[in-house]
């Protein structure tokens, strides 16, 4: 079928030819000649494989993430003029582009043309630190200075609701940006200028005018849209048969329709596409219609007259209509309509994203929980729906959902007016994280009341539902309830009741419970009354009628500096974070193709618990491109990952099968959209299908059940004194709870390994050099001198990269062996979630003995950890160390065990053990407060270390030195306004039924410890211009090790930071280097540095002795003619750097709303004794990044498992939630203890990289006080079990809240 058939006459339309440009540079796809690209391929892909340029990244690939996201410049085809807009590359198809001007941020600036003002403002504000994210960031960024000039502080915060940074914590990229802004605080311009003079760009070569200070400003850059970028008609057919078009008038559509229908053709029509991103496995399609250049589908008109949105309009461009419609009479209800909408998904989807593709989804999956859908049945919207030119009619949302949309197009909605003041419309969208999440349930109410006549209602009420079950709408009966009814209890008595009964939730995990989802309809009908009576209900009452509202974020971060030892201490950003926020910084997966690269794809497992019976990979191998299916047999030697452990981990499974998502082969092949497709058609069999145990609860039950229980104990610790029993006025007994964690690094785990004449080369993104090595020479059966490994940096890693790199490496590497080629394993999003071990859950067991003041007498703990199917990495021992905390342990016995449970082998997780530890102790305290009714504080102060206090995990060591958490906790009182806040908490709750404020003090005494010293370092000297260049054995993976080392090497050198580079790490130079991780890692290779620098010093002080005052260069130059080799390469031996502790307290107040569970944090104060600070900024920065990850650990972030097979459902961003800024404290506080440089650290150094991630569980205790209060509101001041994650499913059933409660 050609396009001659089409209504286009052949002169209108362009065939097998797509035309777009990124960067300026012209692209024209002759489909004929790239068979490789088709109506799926997607502009992320074009833009890193094709163009080659590889600063676009990809994480998710749905929408989720932010990663992708680039400028795209299109016309608007009503208007005919420019629309600039931020879209996520991996939701666009190449073939959508036609006519599209694409910006990556490779053009906004570079090393040699400068850098532009968005990507400066990011690295003076120290906004990177992995940079995986960054790109991302820019090119929201960027768009936002070009979509919308004069753009505010508000503004830039509501364009970051889709972009994730599991580093930063958020704070410093919006500070960034929001500096930019017209309105921008003085403050942050103040910080932008003080900045200003350590932040000279690497470009700024000695002597030359830095290219970057050449002020780029997004004025300057509107340039005219000629280049390729004009609408025409296309038509693509491909030698598969399938089909692409784009008509450019609604006729060619119906016509394109109407061939599809009639011949039986499954279609796509395709308009922002984004819609891929949450059902990724609709179609196959054999046609594909591209309907965004059509007019009349774009085409709105807002007028008092009427509001008519054209069916294809984005999100994006519905707001703004919306918000215009609410100045009319009658439509002041869309105002409220926007405020929802603005909730919907994030910015770049919603720039791309129409009204009428969201319904389809709706009309195609009944499930989904559409808010467009549900707002517009309730205010009784009509859509206009038509099968052909001369046959269109309206239906209600409802109606169209039972229409058969075969050769149908919405081609726009009209909104009704509600004149008068009777009418109140209300919509809600209750979600386990504010933005950029689908509702756990909302809700549309919209109610005509007459206030001056008791409330009574004068019509029949919509009462609109989402996230109930698939055919659920409206609440009819209810609805019916309150017609011709007043307003008043009895009434809303008989509401509950009738949505009692006629609301019945299904239950699909990991949806939220149906009792959960059951109450919130109650609740927020109980919100909606509250707030049509307004004034006029108890005034206890009426916050609960309020949502949380939110302001700007705000950021204090103070610390000490001292400039005497400049460039050492100096806050600066981090050496890599101009090539960072250009796309120039090269991870793995930015390698550019080898010759012959082949590319792997894992195939998992489906079930948890079985034998391996049988692999058929027949199907997969007729895919074309496929070369090879590789197995545990294909392994040529040891088929372990986990030779450094004690227990196997296998490579591929052999015999049986642990957990649900275990790899059974690596399907291999010329592309990587074969490879991935290829490894869904392997087919396994199994045998012995056994249940999954998934929780630790069962697995320990099962190994008591089986008189197992001995085993499972690791260690028994117990302090030297004795229980005081006599001493003990009342016993505590409890359990305690804490949920795994995703690591969530941006960067998913990549390998690429390439066979070379002496054995293969390696490009890992590891955290352990050594590890990959090793591994894949046994796997290999090479020796360990055939492996060359290198590592340039990491795209985040927070220990999922120490043990679980080697598993993706080795594979890699028997691909590689296998075929003789070079292979690339880089993890989709889904992949690297199923199959990567994660944080350990924790379950606690405890019973403790107080005295009447609360101070513990005797104490015992089981602490068991999951660490999934193997016990490889059992961190219940570091939990054991760290449980002690800040408090005396006298009388305690700890015993960490752990239980195997069928999931992945779990692994380290930024401050493993030790989180949990210190979170068991802390909810201990909390306990005891509560059944000695004190002030946790208080009962914390009681138990505190004192000089001479045994340290129960050090045998024979005792505390020595002061504990500084009192005077810490003081000046935290006075800094934070503590006691007027306090009683401010007090007063609020107190006058507030629904909504509850809580505030926590919780302090940490952090016992560092340096596991492993093997970080060789090796520092260069040029001759001929005297520049440095370090390796050492660390790992750069945003902690901004380099940046350190520099500093250490230039202050020690005497020398200007910029003259000395920091290369990758390989292990040639630093053979052996220990793992880079539990925070101390930079410290290690800041003391190696030192040391190596040292050495070199020592060498050349002759001929410095001679030359006296003569410069660098020449002394350099010097020893260069006599012979001295300008090298040094050290080692510290184990036990040269000193453990200490890190001291920190935290301040946390948050406000909850009883009656759905969401909160916000309103304010967090973080002090912590970092030492002396070797970079101020990059301290700042793991503090502020490590704090937010815990908040994650503690609220957001929750795992789901299928009961039954034991698959991991929460895979991918639509399910697991890592917090986003609104999820960071609307006021967050940092300060680095003042004057407290540290005698045993580095230079006077402490670590900061794990710690604040212990001080994060501060959040839970905030949140319990305020669900403590409400309960006390419900009549129960009992304990209650609180444990992590807490969601605000949690919340609201903790709070008690029912509907019996519900009075006006
Ligand atoms: C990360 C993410 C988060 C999201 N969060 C939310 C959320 O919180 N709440 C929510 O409600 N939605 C959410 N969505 C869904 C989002 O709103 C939709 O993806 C988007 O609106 C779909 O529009 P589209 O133009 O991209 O549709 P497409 O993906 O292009 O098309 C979707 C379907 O609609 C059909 N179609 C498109 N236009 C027409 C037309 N005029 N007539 C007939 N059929 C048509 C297509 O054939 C296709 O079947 C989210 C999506 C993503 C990716
Ligand atoms: S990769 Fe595109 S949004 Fe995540
Ligand atoms: S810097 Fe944002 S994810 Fe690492």
Known sequence: MGAEQSSLSASDIRQNNVTFSINGKDYNVKTENEPDIGPTTLLVDFIRDKAGLKGTKYVCREGGCGACVVMVKSRDPTTESDMIRAVNSCLLPVFACDGYEISTVESLGNRKEGYHDVQKQLVKF???????????????????????????????????????????????????????????????????????????????????????????????????????????????????????????????????????????????????????????????????????????????????????????????????????????????????????????????????????????????????????????????????????????????????????????????????????????????????????????????????????????????????????????????????????????????????????????????LPDATPEYRRGLTQALLYKVMLGIYGERAKAINRSGGNDIERSLHYGKQTYDTDPSQYPLYQPIPKLEAYTQASGEAEYVNDIHQQQDELFGAFVLSTVGNASLKEIDASEAMLVPGVTAFVKASDIPGVNNYAIFYPEKEEIFASEKIRFAGQPVGLVVATNKEAAFAAAKKVTVMYDNVQPPILDIHDSITLAENAGKAEELILQICKSPEEPRTEKVAQTLTGEFRIGGQYHFHMETHVSICIPTEDGMDVFSATQFVDSVQAVIAAALGMTNNSINVSVRRLGGAYGAKISKSTQVAAACAVAAHVTNKPVRVALDLETNMRMIGKRLPYLTKYEVGIDNDGKIESLKAQIFCDPGYVANEATSLFAMVCAQSCYRAAGWQITPGKSLTNTPANTYCRAPGSTQGIAIIETIMEHIAWAVKKDPLEVRMTNFIQPGDPLIAVPGHKFEGDNPLPNMIAELKTSADYDDRKKFVDTFNMNNRWKKRGLAIVPMRYPQHYYDSKFPTYVAVYHTDGTVAVSHGGIEMGQGINTKVAQVVAHTLKLPLDKVKVKPTNNLVSPNAGVTGGACTSELVAHSALKACEELLAKMAPVKEEMKDEPWEKIVHACYMQGIQLTAHHQDKAGVVKPYDVWGVTLIEVLVDILTGEYKIVRADVVEDAGKSLSPEVDIGQIEGAFVMGLGLWTTEKLVYDTNTGELLTNGTWEYKVPLHMDIPEDLRITMLRNAPNPFGVLASKATGEPPLCMSVAILFAIRHAIEEARKNAGNTEWFQMDGPVTPEDIHAMSLTSKEQFDL
């Not at 500070?175 to 403050?187: I, N, W």
């Not at 808010?371 to 517009?376: A, E, K, Q």
């Open 126 to 508: 120290s906004g990177t630190q992995c940079g995986f994210c960054t790109p991302g960031m820019v090119m929201n960024m960027y768009s936002l200075t070009r979509s919308k000039p004069g753009y505010k502080a508000q503004d830039v915060e509501d364009t970051f609701d889709g972009s994730i940074c599991r580093c930063t914590g958020y704070r410093p990229i919006l500070d960034a940006f929001k500096s930019m802004a017209v309105d921008a605080s003085e403050e942050l311009k103040r910080k932008c200028a003080d900045i200003e003079d350590c932040s000279k760009c690497p470009c700024a070569a000695k002597g030359d005018v830095p290219k970057c200070l050449k002020p780029v400003t997004p004025g300057d850059e509107n340039e005219s849209f000629e280049t390729c970028c004009s609408n025409s008609a296309m038509y693509i057919k491909l030698t598969t048969g399938e089909e692409w078009l784009k008509p450019l008038t609604l006729e060619s559509l119906y016509e394109a329709l109407e061939r599809f229908t009639s011949s039986g053709m499954t279609y796509r029509l395709v308009a922002g596409n984004t819609g891929t991103g949450v059902f990724k496995n609709d179609g196959p399609y054999q046609a594909y219609i591209d309907i965004n250049s059509i007019p009349e589908l774009k085409q709105s008109t807002v007028q008092s007259t009427g509001v008519t949105l054209g069916g294809n309009i984005t999100i994006s461009s519905a707001i703004e209509q919306l918000q215009k419609a609410s100045e009319f009479d009658g439509y002041s209800y869309t105002a409220a309509m926007v405020k929802h909408l603005k909730r919907v998904a994030n910015v770049p989807v919603r720039n791309a994203g129409t009204l009428a593709g969201n319904l389809m989804m709706k009309h195609a999956h009944r499930e989904f929980p559409s808010d467009i859908f549900l707002l517009l049945e309730t205010v009784a919207a009509k859509l206009k729906i038509g099968s052909s030119p001369t046959l269109t009619r309206d239906y209600s949302p409802l109606e169209f959902r039972q229409l058969d949309m075969k050769g149908k197009v919405i081609l726009s909605i009209q909104l009704p007016a509600y004149r008068g003041n009777e009418y109140f419309f209300r919509s809600f969208k209750i979600t386990r994280r504010h933005q950029n999440a689908h509702a756990y349930v909302n809700a549309g109410f919209l109610f005509k009341v007459d206030p001056n006549r008791n409330f009574s209602v004068r019509d029949k009420p919509t009462i609109c539902f989402g996230g109930i079950n698939p055919e659920f709408v409206h609440a009819a009966a209810t609805e019916m309830y309150f017609l011709g009814k007043f307003l008043n209890a009895a009434t809303l008595t008989g509401a509950f009741d009738s949505l009692q009964r006629e609301i019945i939730p299904n239950h699909i």
